[in-house]
Structure formats: C-alpha cells, structure tokens
C-alpha cells in the first residue's frame, strides 16, 4: 500500500472515530468484525495464502502497524519473531493476548540439542479452529475494545451476544452432521491444524507433516502401513503448505486429497464443511 493511501485510511478512521485494531490472521478478523463492525478498522499481518510459522510482515505493514491501537496476539509462530517489533515500532499500542483464558493442548516437537533429538513439549498454536476457543476469545475482544472505546460498549455487547449464538450455532450444526460418526475416529491430515477441533468433537487427527518438514521414505512408509489399517479414505491438506507429499501418499494408498484451510475467512462455515469431510469419509 502507498505511504498517501496509507495516510488517507488512517486520517479516515480518526474522523469517523475507528478503533485502529491489528490482527494476525484472518479468522481474527473476522472475529472482531462480528463485534467491532463499522466502529472498527482492522488490520490483518498475515496475507491470505502465506504460512502464519514463517510470515515475515512488509516495510507497508509496519508502517500501518504503527497507526494501531490495538493488537491481538495469538500464539502464531511468526509472533515469537516479530511481536516485540511491533511493540517497539508503536509503544501505545495495546497488546492484548486473544487466547487469553484459552486452554491450550499440547504438540511433540522434536530438536537436536548437544548432538542428540530431544522432545520438547508445546502448546498447539492452532487455537481458533474450536468453537469452545472462539468464545473465550470474544469475550476478550468484546472486554477490550470497550476499554478502549468506551461510548459504544454497549454496542459491542449487543454484537459480542449476537456473535456467542452464532457460535452456538455453529456447534450445534457440527454436532448433529457428526452423530453418526464413531468416537475417536481418525481423520487424516497433512499438516496438524485441526487437534481443537479433534478435541471439541472426540476425533482423532493423523498427521503426515510434523514441524513444517515432510515425512523421509522411511516415515512415510509407516504412514503408509498405519493408513491402512486405519482404512483411512482421504487426506486433507491445506493452501498454504506444498501438497507433493499429500498427493504422493494419496496415490499409494488410492484415496481423495481434500482442500480445507483453517485460515478460511468464514470461519463457521469452514468447520461446519470440515464436520462434512470428515463424516463422509469416517
């Protein structure tokens, strides 16, 4: 974006008395939209299709972060590099954690440390992809930005109550696609996103990718075996990661390879058609 537009945006919501709010990815957004709407201007670091572990924001966006009130964190990979950045670039800035009160689950990541691999235990940054997580996190946004705005609390609350049924919808509707579906089912995936959603709903994900590398022959032959003795029917995958190994495997074992991203910007919607795949394929 051009430094003159840039300047125009934000003179813009200033006169019409905007909350400036900075997000990471774009299910925030349209959380805070859901409650904020017209009395907000948000900002999302992450672009659609780009990997939020290894996003590296442009000289553009640091410059409109400097303009932000508000910016919701939310344990994304890339934030461990850049959130202090963004700190120092805009002291004013208020820095409110969106998995605030959140339960986190935990994943195995593995590292060489002193010449041997060593599991270190972390928590699953993919925390948005539960409805139970979506409400805690609306609570935050709905307590924050009437802290911050004020006169239009009620406003918000009205939107943050209109938001928590929506969210309650949304349940209910996965609920009743998954009735049929067997408890701990497995349902496999090429990169680990979707473990809240496991949670939620009593599933199981099989990941192939761990860490951002694809599985060596050797483990992708154990998925391979292990694939089929699940009867394992399909593999999602997602956008944003390489799908050469997804479809490689999906060859071998002669199964359906599933685009379903957890960065989707309808976010109900986006469960709901992931409730869909994997009942029809359990």
Wanted: proline content about 6%; hydrophobic content about 40%.
């Amino acid at each position: 974006m051009k430094p003159t537009v840039l300047l125009l945006l934000t003179s813009l919501s200033y006169l019409f008395g905007q909350v400036n709010v900075a997000v990471s990815i774009i299910p925030q957004k349209t959380f805070v939209q859901k409650i904020g709407a017209d009395k907000v201007n948000i900002m999302t670091v992450v672009q659609p299709g780009q990997s939020p572990h290894t996003y590296e924001p442009k000289p553009s966006q640091m410059q409109e972060l400097s303009k932000a009130q508000v910016y919701f964190p939310i344990e994304i990979d890339f934030e461990n590099v850049w959130l202090d950045k963004f700190a120092s670039q805009n002291k004013t800035m208020k820095i409110v954690p969106m998995t605030k009160g959140v339960q986190f689950i935990t994943m195995k990541k593995h590292k060489q440390l002193q010449g041997e691999q060593k599991t270190i235990i972390k928590p699953d940054p993919h925390t948005w992809i539960s409805p139970l997580n979506v409400k805690i996190m609306a609570k935050t946004i709905y307590e924050t930005l009437s802290l911050v705005d004020t006169q239009n609390k009620e406003f918000y609350k009205k939107n943050y109550l209109q938001f928590l049924d929506e969210i309650n919808d949304v349940d209910n509707q996965i609920n009743k696609i998954l009735v049929d579906v067997p408890n701990n089912a497995k349902f496999m995936v090429f990169h680990p996103a979707w473990g809240y959603f496991a949670r939620d709903y009593g599933l199981i994900q099989f990941p192939v990718e761990k860490e951002g590398k694809e599985p060596s022959p050797k483990v992708m032959m154990k998925i391979i075996k292990k694939a089929r003795e699940e009867n394992i029917k399909a593999i999602i995958v997602q956008k944003e990661f390489s799908t050469k190994a997804a479809t490689a495997l999906a060859n071998e074992l002669n199964i359906k390879v599933i685009q379903e991203s957890p960065l989707a910007k309808n976010w109900g919607e986006n469960l709901i058609k992931m409730a869909k795949t994997v009942a029809n394929y359990n």
